[in-house]
């Protein structure tokens, strides 16, 4: 049976206690509004470790003036219903004042200094977000001294960000990238998917189909701006707002360096009053290094 806890305390304790018996613990921070996404991390960090702690906790200082941290959907007792269906030791929901009892959820207190992969694509569009995950991520990590993390590639540039922060305070804990889960047309597993209305669910595979335009031209040999152009063309097409469309460096994010790669393509679109990234890994291109 998984076992609540509120007390930062008191899931510090029974983590410790557990990895001082020998056991390996993983992690998975979320947020809540579980999906087969989250089940994939929490099987992932089950199949590795001995015992998983999941996190539910919908962290204010990732969320702009605007955007939708009040409207976040909730849904405590399916999240714990599906937890305990995964067989989760511990499920770990603390209070705001319990994670930031310093003040800093309120900007009372410094938050994580980020920079690097943090800063474009979503560093731009969100000032302050990837601070807030940082520093959100740090804070739970030290109370859960988990050996292990597991986190979505969907989020890819969230993972490099938190890669970054571990590095830099070195903390002794493994980043456990897992695969996108995906819906049967293709669109990305997200709790922001239930915002969507039947339209712009219908409307909202175009991310996918995007990544697969740009991705076949990327093969076909084509340059970076042709690629681009293809995901870009795939959202306006079906009246998707394109935030961005993006072929980089996977582990900097910068423009690419060398044309035969490997990259990442990126992109985030917005129906309506909900907004969705995704994105996608291409290949190494030999040919194209032998004709540059």
């Known amino acids: 049976m998984v076992q609540l806890e509120t007390d930062p305390t008191r899931i510090t304790s029974a983590v ?38 999941v996190s539910i906790f919908v962290n204010p200082t990732q969320f702009g003036p605007h955007e939708d941290f009040a ?30 009892p310093d003040g800093s959820s309120h900007g009372q207190a410094e938050q994580v200094h980020v920079a690097g992969p943090a800063l474009p694509f979503e560093g731009a569009i969100r000032p ?30 969230q993972t490099l960000v938190v ?3 571990v590095e830099s305070y070195r903390l002794p804990i493994e980043i456990v990238v897992c ?27 175009a991310l ?15 340059c970076v701006a042709v690629a681009e152009a293809a995901l870009r063309e795939t959202l306006e097409a079906r009246g998707i707002a394109c935030d961005y469309a993006a072929i980089v460096e996977p582990d900097s994010l910068t423009p690419l360096s060398d044309p035969s790669g490997p990259a990442i393509a990126l992109v985030a679109g917005r129906l309506g009053s909900t907004r ?12 194209v290094a032998r004709q540059s």
């Open 179 to 205: 695969p996108t889960v995906r819906e049967a047309d293709g669109l990305a597993r997200s709790s922001r998917n239930a915002y969507l209305t039947p339209a712009d669910r219908a409307r909202a595979v």
């Open 16 to 53: 410790r206690a557990a990895r001082q018996r020998g056991r390996r613990v993983g992690f998975v921070p979320t947020m809540g509004a579980l999906h087969a996404g989250h089940a994939s991390l929490v099987e992932a960090a089950a199949a590795a470790c001995d015992a998983v702690v």
């Open 276 to 287: 969705l990234i995704d994105n996608r890994l291409l290949p190494a291109r030999p040919d």
């Open 163 to 165: 890669r970054q922060m």
């Open 71 to 100: 409207r976040y959907p909730r849904p405590v007792e399916a999240d714990l219903a599906l937890l305990e269906q995964l067989g989760v030791q511990w499920a770990f929901m603390p209070s705001v004042e319990a994670v930031y």
């Open 208 to 222: 996918h189909d995007g990544l697969a335009a740009a991705a076949a031209r990327w093969e076909a040999g084509d």
């Open 128 to 157: 302050g977000h990837f601070a807030g995950v940082a520093t959100v991520v740090k804070r739970l990590f030290e109370i859960v001294p988990a050996d292990a993390a597991f986190f979505g590639a969907k989020d890819w540039q």
